[in-house]
C-alpha cells in the first residue's frame, strides 16, 4: 500500500490497483467498473459530488433541507468545516459514511460520540476520518477518480485589503465559468466505455470492467494521443516531414502531468 504523504500522488500511484493510504486514516481504492457497475452510475456521481461540496455548498444543501435554524446564511461567510456541517445530523453523517465506505478499503465505522468515523479492520482501530483529515481524503479520492478538484483560496487570510477584493472576484468568475460549462455527452462514461472497449487492441466489452476508472480515462486519453500519431505518421510516409516536424517520439510522450 503506497503512503499519501504529500498531495503530490505519482503517476504509477494513481495508475495502480492498490490502495493509497492516507496516514492515520485509511487506503483509497480507485473503483473498477465493475464497482461502479454495482452501485449504479447515478449513486457513484452522487457519491463525487458529495465530495465536492464546500463549506458554502453545504450549508445552502442543509438549509434547503429544513435545517436552517441550525446554521448561519449560506450567503455569508461559513464558519464551519464541510466535515462538521456533515457530522451536526445524523442523516448526512450515515450519508457521509456510505460514501467513504465505497472509497477506502478498511470498513468505516460512525463513532458520533467522537465526532469522527473511526477505520477498522480485523485487528481493531486502525485509524479514523475526522475533519483535520477529512480535506486530505477527499482529495486522494478525487485524484483517484481522474478529476483534480481545485482548492479555493481562503480570501479571509489575505492580509491586503486590495489582493482579498481581487481574489474573491477571481473565485466569482470561476464559479460562474464552472456553472456555465455543459456537459459534453461524448465524455459521458458508458460512451467512454464503448469507446475504448472497441478501440483499444486488448480491451473489449467484456473485460473492460476489471479496470479502474483512473486506468480508463488514461487508456483512451492514450488513444487518442496515439490516433492523431498515427495520422501524422501515415502523412509523413507519403509525402514528408515539412522542417522536420514530425516527432517520432510521440507516441510515448507524457500525457498526464502532477501539477
Given at each position: 500500500?503506497?503512503?499519501?504523504?504529500?498531495?503530490?500522488?505519482?503517476?504509477?500511484?494513481?495508475?495502480?490497483?492498490?490502495?493509497?493510504?492516507?496516514?492515520?486514516?485509511?487506503?483509497?481504492?480507485?473503483?473498477?467498473?465493475?464497482?461502479?457497475?454495482?452501485?449504479?452510475?447515478?449513486t457513484y456521481q452522487y457519491y463525487l459530488s458529495i465530495l465536492l461540496l464546500d463549506e458554502k455548498s453545504m450549508l445552502k444543501t442543509l438549509t434547503s433541507a429544513?435545517?436552517?435554524?441550525?446554521?448561519?446564511?449560506?450567503?455569508?461567510?461559513?464558519?464551519?468545516?464541510?466535515?462538521?456541517?456533515?457530522?451536526?445530523?445524523?442523516?448526512?453523517?450515515?450519508?457521509?459514511?456510505?460514501?467513504?465506505?465505497?472509497?477506502?478499503?478498511?470498513?468505516?465505522?460512525?463513532?458520533?460520540?467522537?465526532?469522527?468515523?473511526?477505520?477498522?479492520?480485523?485487528?481493531?482501530?486502525?485509524?479514523?476520518?475526522?475533519?483535520?483529515?477529512?480535506?486530505?481524503?477527499?482529495?486522494?479520492?478525487?485524484?483517484?477518480?481522474?478529476?483534480?478538484?481545485?482548492?479555493?483560496?481562503?480570501?479571509?487570510?489575505?492580509?491586503?485589503?486590495?489582493?482579498?477584493?481581487?481574489?474573491k472576484k477571481l473565485q466569482a468568475g470561476r464559479d460562474k465559468k464552472a456553472s456555465e460549462t455543459g456537459a459534453d455527452e461524448n465524455l459521458e462514461l458508458g460512451?467512454?466505455?464503448?469507446?475504448?472497449?472497441?478501440?483499444?487492441?486488448?480491451?473489449?466489452?467484456?473485460?473492460?470492467?476489471?479496470?479502474?476508472?483512473?486506468?480508463?480515462?488514461?487508456?483512451?486519453?492514450?488513444?487518442?494521443?496515439?490516433?492523431?500519431?498515427?495520422?501524422?505518421?501515415?502523412?509523413?510516409?507519403?509525402?514528408?516531414?515539412?522542417?522536420?516536424?514530425?516527432?517520432?517520439?510521440?507516441?510515448?510522450?507524457?500525457?498526464?502531468?502532477?501539477?
Open positions: 500500500m503506497n503512503n499519501a504523504q504529500k498531495s503530490d500522488i505519482t503517476y504509477f500511484e494513481l495508475l495502480s490497483f492498490d490502495p493509497i493510504c492516507v496516514p492515520g486514516a485509511g487506503g483509497i481504492l480507485c473503483p473498477r467498473l465493475k464497482d461502479i457497475s454495482a452501485i449504479g452510475f447515478q429544513g435545517y436552517a435554524d441550525d446554521f448561519v446564511s449560506p450567503e455569508k461567510t461559513p464558519l464551519f468545516h464541510a466535515f462538521d456541517l456533515f457530522m451536526m445530523h445524523t442523516s448526512s453523517a450515515l450519508l457521509l459514511k456510505d460514501v467513504l465506505d465505497f472509497f477506502i478499503k478498511e470498513d468505516v465505522v460512525y463513532a458520533p460520540e467522537q465526532h469522527c468515523f473511526l477505520i477498522q479492520t480485523n485487528n481493531g482501530i486502525t485509524g479514523a476520518v475526522t475533519n483535520e483529515n477529512y480535506d486530505k481524503i477527499c482529495s486522494v479520492i478525487l485524484l483517484r477518480n481522474n478529476i483534480r478538484h481545485a482548492q479555493k483560496e481562503d480570501a479571509s487570510k489575505v492580509k491586503s485589503k486590495k489582493a482579498s477584493e481581487i481574489l460512451n467512454i466505455i464503448s469507446a475504448v472497449a472497441n478501440k483499444s487492441l486488448s480491451l473489449n466489452i467484456q473485460n473492460i470492467w476489471d479496470i479502474t476508472i483512473f486506468q480508463l480515462w488514461d487508456c483512451f486519453a492514450r488513444l487518442s494521443n496515439n490516433s492523431i500519431y498515427d495520422i501524422q505518421s501515415m502523412s509523413v510516409a507519403a509525402w514528408g516531414s515539412k522542417d522536420n516536424s514530425f516527432d517520432a517520439s510521440a507516441w510515448y510522450k507524457r500525457i498526464y502531468t502532477e501539477n
